[in-house]
């Protein structure tokens, strides 16, 4: 029997015993009343409605515990990033923190957490990053927002990381590990589980971003523009496992999820329906409570949404470990068909790898890395993609070309090939 029928024989054999509870408690039983009552005050202590699907979602904090913690870590990292020499906000540079809080507040406007007052913050640090820590701080590195001039595309990363605060994605991981941890779950001790489990938050985190970009009246598909660049400039790493999606997957759900929400998108003005659509959209739609109170089968039925709303995230997050488990091993068995036959350079910034495939499938969707040693630095990474099929028992060259790279300094013994990205016909 296969996970899905197991999961819906269990699920029914739940559900008939809720069933069976408000019967009970509909007769009057003032010992079952208590203990729905009971039920319902536990579930709450360590649940909370999803803002965007208003479903029961764990966490073991309520918001005001999870902005305590939240700014507590992130005044800590900007205590810490003073001390060292880093500047802030305007001392940095006045009109990059101008640009920036211009557009985090149009995207605040259309959040489901509008209400709260929210801090973005700009840290001179020449990283292309930005996180939040699940309180009301958000931080964008210099080197994020010097390389992101369309502020569509800016807004994007932004307002994703205004869709993990949203979505609690922080301290509901914190609460599913712990919650494991105490339960003796298996998959909670896997790093592959959990690197798993954070690929499906960042890619719900997309898809809200995506929204919300198009509700602030930023182009949704900048999202897509802005991971198809990052897939030709560094690729998949598609051998490894991977705690965000792909680049060239993440580029393809934001392209389709665009799609999905420009009809929402006018440049520049916040949509006058907002409100109404973060309630259903193309996305998500909010699901609304039973409606049943505690004491009359309320506690029942919560802890039956709890445990399945639980149960889907980890299911979910096991298929998309089994996934990526299934692409490494896919990977590694292309490596062990393919001989590298000669590597050498053919110009000052160019390097030639020729490669013979002897697998017996061809490929598609092909990438290449060519990994480069450098004293006293981090390696050299070069990617090239490959359009059209790989044939079995071929012969084929693949160039690689770089502005850093000294190709005739480079010795054959300081490179590494390997398949960056690569689908199975």
Partial sequence: MGDSHRMAGTMRRISGSVLCAAIALSSGCTLLQSVDRGLYSIVEGVTERDRITGQRSLSLQDRAAQIQEGNRAAEQFLAEAKASGKRLNADHNPAAYARIQRIFSRLHRVSHLRDE??????????????????????????????????????????????????????????????????????????GTFQAAFTHENEAEADRVAILYCAL????????????????????NNALWVQDHPMHSERAAQAQAVAGQVAKYYAPGRLHPDFLSILQSNEIFSQASGSGVEAGSGGGALSVLEAWLNATGQREQAKAEESRQQARIKFMQSIHRKSVVQSSSAISPRRWRVTVFYGGKRPLTDLSFKLLVKRNGAAPLEITRQISGVLHPNSTFDVDFESPELDAYRTSAGNVAFIYDNARAL
């Fill in 117 to 190: 007052q929210w801090t973005p913050v700009l840290v001179g640090e020449d990283a292309w990053n930005a996180f939040t820590t699940g309180g009301t701080y958000f931080v964008v590195f210099s080197g994020l927002e010097e390389d992101l001039k369309d502020d569509a595309e800016l807004a994007n990363v932004i307002a994703h990381e205004m869709a993990h605060t949203v979505a609690n994605h922080a301290f509901e991981r914190q609460s599913h590990a712990q919650l494991g941890a105490l339960a003796g779950s298996k998959s909670a001790r896997r």
């Fill in 216 to 235: 602030a009246g930023y182009d949704p598909h900048a999202g897509a523009r802005i991971w198809e660049r990052m897939y030709r400039q560094s690729g």
